[in-house]
């Protein structure tokens, strides 16, 4: 048997520790060298793969790998594509097999969210069915949360660090310019479905009127009557109103409050957030001084504030998707099975891809105080051990030090090209 | 002569590091109780001497006053305040006086920017004339830099190092997720009439073709073919483009671009920001996919990355101002003076409060480069010291430890209340 080489590819939205996982990958199949051959990256995810775009990442240094802990996006390039079913379309998983079998690739490691799942099953279907077994192993990632089966998602508890810390420091501010100015300060936060990452703002109250005084989650229906209440009762009590705002918050009927038809002077319909929407409904409604901040990339690329934990089990999924498949597993996700709360205690496990694959998991409602708008004790004693720990990157004259890779692409082995 | 207690105010939008401007006031007055007797401290900035609310900070323990230097936001509550000219309002500075007179106040320190130097030396004067003089020193503080004579206003160093690292991170994910999703990305950053905070994102830029490919500076009037051009080119060459935008960004005409005309469904106007009519533009003239970010309040209170060399600026003008006060001097504002830029050495000098008050300080043209939309190698060599070194803070938990004070109002001996 000839030694098989590996393929990697990052999938979706990046993290601010995705790139730990690739690390992970790299590091751990150097230390296989009987085992596992080289290890190519897909440049720009799966597209990489399909467009016979392979980054050799044999020829970096020990280094520059290592210093991929450190360096959020993702260092080979992601990509927002999703392979479509087995029936209608055959033609995109053979010329991944294709592709694999001309550069003699034997292991399919795929860093990625509840789609990235569902193509890592595929593959490994396809290939069993064109008689080219692949070893694919599903590496989560995904700051929402919403994976299922393990019990977090690397990415999340830096999201969540920085949210939190973010939350409270601007909480301050405002807290101390409300008697003069600004009584009311929205964060606009990602979760599009689940409100994973608008929930770890709560991990910072402890006491009644702590902020954030209102967290808006895409679980729980939007009444705008309620929410103003509750904005007015915080101001006339602690003097400011915090809220902690999903994108995805949504009226009952599920329209999203983003989608508030607000149109330029031109009249071009302007995509807008949910801060803008609610400030101008508290503006209108009761005539309160806002700011807001949209954290946008700003909140998954934070590898500034990323959380130990969450960087340890980044490395730890990466680095174990390489031993299992080592060991002959196939078709499973790799994930983080939680042992206990106090003292946190977790382990690595595993899932077949096929329960993993397009399956998404919400906060549950006990997770929710009843009025809808704050986190409850469980959900912190869930939360709190996923941002412990602070991992600093390096910094070199104030600025952080970030792995630059040469990114060198293989030599192409196909005679066609494929056109995506 | 009888010990004079001293007066300390913040004012004006607080920072990362305002506090521990107040720490150095209040550890160096703790360290000279034969000079100076109690600190107290105006609730709500200049609000609480003229309300008579004033925060004995005897009553704080040395740990939580030490815990300042770690907590961003106004201890002791900020005040968007500005006192009338002497012509006009008598009343109000009377007032002052007549608050100093009754709990025996000798020292005035105010700790804001252009403004609050102006009120600091106009209570200097009254003083003066009413017979009670007050030792008024100022403390420089503003995110925006842009105090006259000091070389950095304490507070700008940190949201510089914060805008500087976001970028780069916030540029590392967009340039992973180009080839398939978001192409343009643009972060709103704080300034409304200097380009400081902008400037500072292109410290990160060493080599053409870095990000931020363009910043929208207030100094420099926008031009809509030009911005879309480089927009393209952008794209182009390098498959994505960063943007980071000045909220001050306006036409030649002087017209705030964030002053856009945008409406809701119901027809209200929407008080924008500036990222989102850049997108729009972009969109409409590109058809390229965009994200954006505000930074808002996160970017001055983000107290988790400040830097080291603000923190220890921001406490050594506190220190210096009642070392100062102490030797006699008055009327004077705390300065930063630069000695040379590499090394970078400074030291604390000062200036007479009538030369720093209502007197802005712009970028200087040869900080930006000649097609507008970057920074000079001058700008870097002036601007990079100021971000240097990492000051955490204390980290329990995961989340940060930070100051939490009692604030406990001295007893009132005025029988008239002041109604502002």
Redesign the interface.
């Known amino acids: 048997m000839t030694l098989k080489n590996a393929f990697y590819a990052?999938s979706g939205?990046?993290t601010?520790v995705i790139n730990a996982s690739a690390a992970g990958v790299i590091e751990t199949a150097r230390k296989y060298p009987k085992k596992i051959g080289k290890v190519f990256a897909g440049k720009?995810?799966i597209?990489g793969a399909l467009e016979e775009n392979l980054i050799d990442t044999s020829l970096e240094t020990d280094k520059q790998i290592s210093l991929l802990k450190y360096?959020?996006?993702?260092?080979?390039?992601?990509?927002?594509?999703k392979l479509k079913g087995l029936k209608e379309n055959q033609r995109e998983y053979k010329r991944l097999i294709e592709v694999f079998k001309a550069h003699n690739i034997g292991y399919f490691f795929y860093n990625g969210g509840g789609d990235s799942m569902d193509t890592a099953h595929k593959v490994s279907e396809i290939g069993e069915a064109m008689d080219f077994p692949i070893a694919s192993i599903g590496i989560p990632k995904t700051v929402d949360n919403d994976l299922p089966i393990t019990d977090t998602c690397p990415g999340f508890g830096s999201v969540a660090?920085y949210i939190?810390?973010?939350t409270?420091?601007?909480?301050?501010?405002?807290?101390?310019?409300a008697?003069?100015?600004t009584k009311v300060?929205i964060?606009e936060v990602m979760g599009r479905h689940a409100g994973w990452i608008a929930a770890a703002s709560g991990?910072?109250a402890n006491q009644r009127n702590d902020p954030p005084h209102i967290i808006l989650f895409p679980e729980i229906p939007f009444e705008k009557k309620n929410f103003i209440k509750q904005v007015e009762r915080s101001v006339k009590n602690n003097g400011y109103c915090v809220i902690v705002a999903s994108e995805g918050a949504r009226y009952k009927n599920g329209k999203f409050l983003a989608d508030?038809?607000?149109?330029?002077?031109f009249g071009?319909k302007?995509?807008?957030g949910v801060?803008?929407?609610i400030?101008?409904m508290v503006?209108?409604s009761l005539g309160y001084k806002y700011?807001?901040?949209?954290?946008?990339?700003?909140q998954?690329?934070?590898?500034?504030?990323a959380?130990q934990?969450d960087l340890k089990q980044a490395y730890s999924v990466g680095e174990s998707a390489v031993k299992m498949a080592i060991k002959g597993e196939k078709s499973k996700m790799v994930t983080i099975d939680r042992l206990s709360d106090k003292p946190y205690k977790w382990q690595i496990g595993s899932a077949p891809l096929a329960k993993v694959a397009n399956n998404e998991k919400m906060m549950p409602r006990k997770f929710i105080t009843r009025n809808g708008y704050g986190i409850t004790s469980a959900c912190k004693t869930y939360m709190?051990?996923l941002?412990?720990?602070?991992a600093?990157p390096i910094?070199k004259?104030?600025?952080?030090t970030?792995s630059k890779l040469k990114n060198k692409l293989v030599e192409k082995r196909l005679k066609t090209k494929f056109m995506v």
Chains 1, 2 share one sequence.
Do not use: C, W
């Open positions: 990052q939205g990046v601010a720009n995810g597209l360096t959020p996006g993702g260092a080979f390039g992601s990509a927002r594509y660090k939190s810390v973010s409270h420091e601007a909480s301050l501010d405002v807290l101390s310019m008697e003069t100015s300060f964060l991990l910072i508030a038809g607000t149109k330029d002077s071009h302007q995509l807008g801060a803008p929407v400030a101008n503006k209108q700011h807001y901040a949209i954290a946008d990339y700003l998954r690329s934070a590898r500034h504030l959380s934990t709190l051990p941002i412990k720990g602070e600093y910094y004259n104030g600025l952080p970030f």
